[in-house]
């Protein structure tokens, strides 16, 4: 169960996280109490694994980059096994096992689709799986912001038909 202080703090560094010579002294400062209990806060929210991260989300495609969706079906009593080693390698993301026929989903991001081929070739070699990519037409979440409230989240997002 979450203090209602450290819900203030989740909701506060999901946005326009303050770009200062201190930011967790401001952060802090707005949220009525010391910095070094802000920090020991966030270190314990974390440690708790209800903050799985906490740093900048990059716009891959903004910086030159490609994004594809990728899934293989994985035998059964190895899909465990199988997705660790595809979610250790650094152009993945983020990997899911799914109740589905392909049952390990997983996001590439590489320079460029000749990139992502080879990636593809590379886990084919090491699992002896054959990837399937779907790469984004078009791209409408921005961002996802999860209010907190007493009774749990509430996730909202900002939709956006741009590409």
């Given at each position: 169960?979450?203090?209602?202080?450290?819900?203030?703090?989740?909701?506060?560094?999901?946005?326009?996280?303050?770009?200062t010579?201190?930011?967790?002294?401001?952060?802090?400062?707005?949220?009525?109490?010391?910095?070094?209990?802000?920090?020991c806060?966030?270190?314990?929210?974390?440690?708790?694994?209800?903050?799985?991260?906490?740093?900048?989300?990059?716009?891959?495609?903004?910086?030159?980059?490609?994004?594809?969706?990728?899934?293989?079906?994985?035998?059964?009593?190895?899909?465990?096994?199988?997705?660790?080693?595809?979610?250790?390698?650094?152009?993945?993301?983020?990997?899911?096992?799914?109740?589905?026929?392909?049952?390990?989903?997983?996001?590439?991001?590489?320079?460029?689709?000749?990139?992502?081929?080879?990636?593809?070739?590379?886990?084919?070699?090491e699992?002896?799986?054959?990837?399937?990519?779907?790469?984004?037409?078009?791209?409408f979440?921005?961002?996802?912001?999860?209010?907190l409230?007493?009774?749990?989240?509430?996730?909202?997002?900002?939709?956006?038909?741009?590409?």
């Amino acid at each position: 169960m979450l203090e209602e202080i450290d819900r203030q703090i989740l909701e506060r560094i999901q946005d326009n996280f303050p770009l200062t010579p201190r930011p967790f002294e401001t952060l802090a400062a707005e949220l009525g109490i010391p910095e070094q209990e802000l920090l020991c806060r966030l270190k314990n929210l974390k440690e708790k694994g209800v903050l799985r991260h906490f740093g900048a989300s990059i716009d891959s495609r903004r910086i030159g980059f490609v994004t594809t969706l990728c899934a293989v079906a994985a035998p059964e009593e190895k899909k465990e096994q199988l997705a660790q080693r595809i979610a250790a390698r650094p152009e993945v993301t983020h990997c899911y096992l799914r109740r589905h026929r392909f049952n390990i989903w997983f996001t590439l991001v590489a320079k460029d689709f000749e990139a992502v081929e080879r990636i593809l070739r590379e886990i084919e070699a090491e699992t002896g799986l054959r990837p399937r990519h779907f790469p984004a037409e078009k791209k409408f979440k921005l961002r996802a912001f999860f209010r907190l409230k007493k009774n749990g989240p509430v996730s909202g997002g900002k939709n956006i038909d741009k590409p």
